[in-house]
């Protein structure tokens, strides 16, 4: 099987076991603390992830094996939490095993229903990104 939807299907299987939302959010939370801080000269290298209510920067390597790396900072807590679920999935995987994975984990893990209109329309503008980059690494 694809080890980036294996990864995501782990993340669902953990968050359907939290039934209540706040849960779901104080997970995230505790997500958001294992993304590791992107330094201020990172920062200024890294590509602006458009389209996302909150700041959002991305670094994106290719690692000799052919996987991408992907390293994630925003100035946003919750947001935090959702790139490390994000780089959990995508990070250390190769362009094809990226790009053959939907993100569908919000909808599927009941994050949809935590999160406003504006900050889903900033979860999809960050999957196509990373899309976007395994797709240039092919």
Request: charged share 30%; hydrophobic share 45%; aromatic share 8%.
């Amino acid at each position: 099987m694809n080890p980036a939807c294996e990864a995501q299907d782990a993340l669902v299987a953990d968050f359907e076991e939290l039934d209540d939302p706040f849960f779901r959010y104080e997970y995230l939370l505790g997500l958001a603390a294992e993304l590791p801080v992107m330094s201020e000269k990172d920062k200024k290298r890294a590509a602006k992830v458009e389209g996302c209510q909150s700041s959002v920067w991305m670094i994106v390597e290719r690692n000799d094996d052919g996987t991408l790396s992907f390293a994630f900072e925003s100035d946003t807590l919750i947001v935090r939490g959702v790139l490390r679920v994000m780089q959990i999935v995508f990070s250390e995987r190769t362009p094809a095993d990226i790009l053959n994975c939907p993100f569908n984990l919000p909808a599927r893990a009941g994050l949809d229903d935590l999160f406003e209109a504006q900050r889903r329309n900033g979860m999809r503008a960050i999957a196509s990104a990373i899309f976007t980059q395994a797709e240039r690494a092919r």
